[in-house]
């Protein structure tokens, strides 16, 4: 077995598999219900499902070129949230395709709506453990960026295991990217910014491109409701960005 098949998710001496998330109410509002079930069917992806209804079936594949209807480069945002950032991002590159995934639906719901009122041709949506998707859905070599901006922090001792960056998520991601592909990562939690670079510099498949420093602002990144909580909060910003071998 690869590093990648391996690495997540870790198991928890119960023998559940650990989680980066704790699935919040799938509960929705009138107006995010009436998106779901409108918008849905146009954005997104028809998930094959393992046991739980957040996974992936290791035998689904989704070919890029396929989903979007045409061949451009593919940008991945993982945990996307309410999709403030993928569709800005989306709207200022056309010339790229944009999929986002979430396991949270009320956030997914919001995203929905923003695509459509944006008249957006380039973005797709995923409800799924972002795990999965790299291990399972997306082909091999197929992400020319991969982005995580800010992840769950888990700050709590006891939780931080759960953290998506973590031992063996370098291997999953850098299967998916490209050779000379890119990940970009931002937190607003300075320890987790510091397991992120200890994890990736870590990371045989990975080179930093700012070593032993932190990268500048990615001022592709729009700044989101929550970049600007965090810092009227007093948190800094702290950027990573790595990149595979070519
Ligand atoms: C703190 S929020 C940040 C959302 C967004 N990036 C932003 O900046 O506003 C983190 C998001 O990641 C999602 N998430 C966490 N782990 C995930 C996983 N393994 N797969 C998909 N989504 C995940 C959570 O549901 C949550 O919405």
Do not use: C
């Not at 409108?38 to 070129?65: C, H, I, N, Q």
């Not at 950032?85 to 056309?94: K, L, N, R, S, Y």
């Not at 009320?106 to 972002?130: C, F, K």
């Not at 063996?168 to 970009?184: C, D, S, Y």
């Amino acid at each position: 077995m690869s590093d990648a098949e391996t690495a997540q998710p870790e198991q928890h001496p119960s023998h559940r598999p650990i989680f980066s998330f704790s699935r919040r109410s799938g509960r929705l509002t009138e107006g995010q219900l009436n998106s779901w079930n409108t918008l849905g069917p146009k954005y997104l992806v028809d998930v094959e499902r393992a046991e739980l209804d957040f996974s992936v079936s290791p035998s689904f594949r989704v070919d890029p070129a396929e989903l979007f209807g045409r061949d451009a480069p593919l940008i991945v945002e993982v945990g996307s949230g309410t999709g403030e950032a993928v569709v800005a991002a989306a709207a200022e590159h056309p010339e790229w395709n944009f999929l986002a995934v979430e396991v949270f639906v009320a956030g997914l719901a919001r995203t929905l709506r923003r695509i459509e009122d944006a008249g957006l041709p380039n973005v797709r949506l995923v409800e799924a453990n972002a795990v999965e998707v790299l291990e399972h859905m997306l082909p091999a070599g197929s992400i020319e960026e991969l982005w995580i901006f800010f992840p769950d922090p888990w700050h709590k001792a006891k939780h931080t295991k759960r953290r998506l960056v973590r031992e063996g998520f370098g291997a999953v991601a850098a299967n998916a990217l490209r050779p000379g592909g890119r990940m970009r990562l931002a937190t607003d939690w300075e320890d987790y910014a510091f397991q992120m670079r200890e994890v990736l510099d870590a990371a045989p498949e990975f080179t930093s491109e700012h070593p032993s420093e932190w990268a500048p602002r990615f001022d592709g990144r729009t700044l989101t409701v929550f970049e600007r909580k965090a810092a009227k909060a007093g948190r800094r910003i702290h950027d990573l960005s790595y990149v595979t071998a070519e």
